[in-house]
């Protein structure tokens, strides 16, 4: 996968594989919510980073910096009750490629009230959370965007949000780092979603910081089954399986002739907002061939280890047309257990998103040709049309 090398390569700014930065990324940034130390990591190690991303840089040194003390506090005052919170039932990992669903999917879910799911502001401040600072929780929902950019899902602090931007603040495996620091990008995907050159102490530390985010989601909404969604998780599961020995796994995919140009959106629109690094001479649109490929196939491989008991898939498309009928069929093949009141909520929200304007994404026909001629195994493999 082309990922750009030293900023001299060729410039494929104005090419079809190309994102072109404009104006200022957002001045609030995901890092923000790092531990001091694991800011400090991630920054030494990413270095050089372009004028562009000064103000957010500086930023988040100020607010890592400052969130120390409350980081602190909270750590103490909830750690021994954190570590204690079992975990009975669960996780439900929504899984599935970037731009398949998995938020649409993850929202509807999220309305039964027997789970328990990160919100944006958890997500992004995983370590101080509980406190619920009220000044920054007010920042946050002062500077973020209506909607999400790339597709017209609003989001505030309060939105279900997914648990890799908890992961970037805690560790180094995180897919988003693509998105921050993209001249490595390459790097950061074999890292984080095939989990390339984890030894098995790095394999503990990260189970161990995906259990602590599960027992914090539980403890802090008294219990309940946690709720997970991340597509970075598409080809993890058997990581999962082993860390949380009841997860349970939601796999939606889409036909992918929609996602390659909804994935283009995606880089544009985050790079944009996130980036600390210039994009020149890297091809996206040939990451996005490499990523989905790479992804899926390591899906594939990947689900023989987990069981069909704790293992159902959905159609996108299924979602759109008969949702409610989707969504009772996750249950019953999963056996997850379902309330009239839970079903009440979750077919008021899918009313509700009756009349929701979906982003139209498609590709040319040289385009389509290419798609089918590189992807063709998944075509092929969940039986969409070439």
């Known amino acids: 996968m082309a990922a750009g090398g030293a900023d001299s390569s060729s410039n494929l700014e104005g090419t079809p594989g190309s994102v072109s930065l404009r104006g200022l990324p957002r001045l609030i940034h995901p890092l923000d ?3 001091f130390r694991q800011y400090w990591r991630h920054y030494i190690d990413n270095w050089p980073y372009d004028l562009r991303s000064l103000h957010t840089r500086l930023f988040a040194t100020a607010v890592v910096t400052l969130r120390s003390a409350p980081v602190f506090l909270e750590h103490r005052a909830h750690r021994a009750a954190i570590e204690a919170q079992a975990l009975e039932h669960g996780p439900v990992f929504v899984v599935g490629h970037w731009r398949s669903g998995t938020t649409h999917l993850h929202n509807i879910l999220s309305r039964d009230p027997q789970f328990a799911w990160m919100s944006f502001d958890e997500a992004v401040l995983p370590l101080d959370c509980l406190s619920r600072m009220r000044i920054a929780y007010a920042v946050m929902n002062w500077f973020l965007p209506k909607n999400r950019g790339m597709d017209n899902v609003a989001i505030d602090a309060d ?4 648990e890799e931007f908890a992961l970037g603040a805690l560790g180094d495996r995180c897919f988003l780092k693509c998105f921050y620091f993209p001249r490595e990008l ?9 989990l390339e050159g984890l030894d098995p102490p790095g394999r503990e530390r990260l189970a161990n910081a995906y259990r602590f985010i599960a027992r914090k989601m539980a403890y802090a909404h008294g219990g309940k089954t946690v709720l997970f969604k991340n597509p970075a998780n598409t080809a993890r599961m058997s990581f999962l399986k082993e860390a949380f020995p009841h997860a349970k796994f ?3 995919v889409r036909d992918p002739y929609s996602v390659h140009p909804s994935m283009m959106r995606l880089w544009s ?3 944009n907002e996130f980036s600390w690094q210039r994009v020149r001479g890297i091809d996206f649109s040939e990451a996005t061939f490499s990523i989905y490929e790479r992804t899926m196939r390591a899906h594939l491989e990947d ?4 069981p069909e008991s704790d293992l159902h898939e959905v159609r996108f498309e299924q979602l759109e047309t008969d949702p409610k009928g989707a969504v009772r069929g996750i249950y019953e093949a999963l056996g997850i257990p379902s309330t009239p009141e839970a079903m009440r909520r979750i077919d008021a929200y899918i009313d509700e ?5 979906r982003s139209e994404h498609a590709p040319n026909s040289a385009m389509r040709s290419l798609i089918a001629e590189r992807w063709r195994f998944a075509f092929e493999h969940w039986g969409y049309p070439i």
């Open 186 to 194: 390459d790097r950061h995907f074999r890292q984080s979603v095939l």
């Open 250 to 252: 939601v796999h939606i």
């Open 159 to 162: 939105s279900p949000q997914e």
């Open 303 to 306: 689900r023989r280890n987990i």
């Open 33 to 35: 919510g790092c531990g």
């Open 353 to 357: 998103q009756a009349s929701y304007q």
């Open 269 to 271: 629109n985050l790079l």
